[in-house]
């Protein structure tokens, strides 16, 4: 019976980044990566080059067709990644960053510091997600940092809550009470102690989001409180395609790429959470024997 050459190697990667759903998330998400970063390079015409027919449909000219301007929607949508998935990662770090700090120090802290943070969220969770992203991007003025401040104010009671949740777990174990008996801070008992045994559920829950970001970001973009024309963003490309719906590619391929991105990231959020929980590993190893 021959040996499979790649068996070593196969056994230093978990089972659960193996399945076919992980690969695919994986792949899709670092082919849009290569693109947002290689844009320049792989974009065959000036995104904003108004110099082409207008609404040729996608042919051996133009792949992916050409929109009511005359411009390249491959370009643009290249172009695009280079906007909506660097915002979209800026705004999941910044929201976890935020929502995480105020919901470790709500959860050790406790009285009036839980008591306020937690009603903040309240607050937050008390209106639609996307109502009151529109609401915050039209008192700022519509742009697309406006737009990003106005998902990031949205998104961060999620992560304070959930961490929040996790500290309470923690906080009362022996190890993190024998080191505030050994005289640690609650400064470090916090980040030594605590952290890094919350971080994981978080880094699930970010993984999650970044395609709900990427959404509600688009979202806003689409509705016109997000990107200026003409810059190429995938929500104001969508928007853009509905003047003109009978040629469905203008609207079709930047959703499409919108897609892609979306389910990349739920498909490595899902792998991500079965690899850090020790009973889905657990029967993912049995299911695999």
Same mark, same amino acid.
């Given at each position: ?89 800026? #705004?999941?770090? %910044? !929201?976890? +960053?935020?929502?995480?700090? =105020? *919901? @470790? ?108 970001? #990427?959404?509600? %970001? !688009?979202? +806003?973009?689409?509705?016109? =409180? *997000? @990107? ?62």
């Amino acid at each position: 019976m021959r040996r499979d050459p790649l068996a070593p190697r196969k056994r230093r990667i978990p089972r659960a980044w193996r399945q076919p759903l992980a690969v695919t998330g994986a792949v899709v998400a670092v082919a849009w990566l290569v693109v947002a970063l290689a844009a320049p390079l792989l974009a065959p015409y000036d995104p904003l080059a108004q110099e082409l027919p207008r609404l040729a449909p996608p042919g051996p000219d133009h792949w992916l067709g050409t929109d009511q301007l005359g411009r390249d929607i491959l370009s643009r949508i290249m172009y695009g990644a280079r906007v909506s998935i660097p915002l979209t990662l800026l #705004l999941v770090v %910044l !929201s976890v +960053l935020i929502g995480g700090l =105020l *919901g @470790a120090c709500a959860g050790y802290l406790g009285k009036w510091v839980d008591e306020t943070v937690m009603r903040l969220a309240d607050l937050v969770f008390a209106f639609p997600t996307i109502i009151l992203a529109m609401v915050v991007a039209a008192a700022l003025g519509a742009s697309l940092g406006n737009a990003v401040l106005a998902v990031l104010v949205v998104a961060w009671p999620a992560y304070a809550r959930v961490t929040r949740g996790l500290v309470l777990g923690v906080r009362g174990r022996e190890f993190v009470l024998s080191g505030r008996l050994l005289g640690f801070s609650a400064w470090r008992s916090l980040r030594v102690d605590v952290l890094p045994n919350v971080t994981g559920p978080v880094l699930v829950l970010a993984t999650l989001d970044i395609g709900t970001a #990427l959404l509600l %970001l !688009s979202g +806003l973009s689409f509705l016109g =409180l *997000g @990107a200026k024309p003409p810059s190429p963003e995938w929500g104001a490309m969508v928007a853009s395609g509905v003047e003109v719906f009978d040629s469905w590619w203008v609207a079709t391929f930047p959703g499409l790429a919108i897609l892609t991105v979306v389910l990349a990231f739920n498909f490595l959020g899902d792998t991500l959470r079965d690899a850090l929980d020790p009973r889905t590993a657990r029967a993912i190893k049995e299911r695999a024997l």
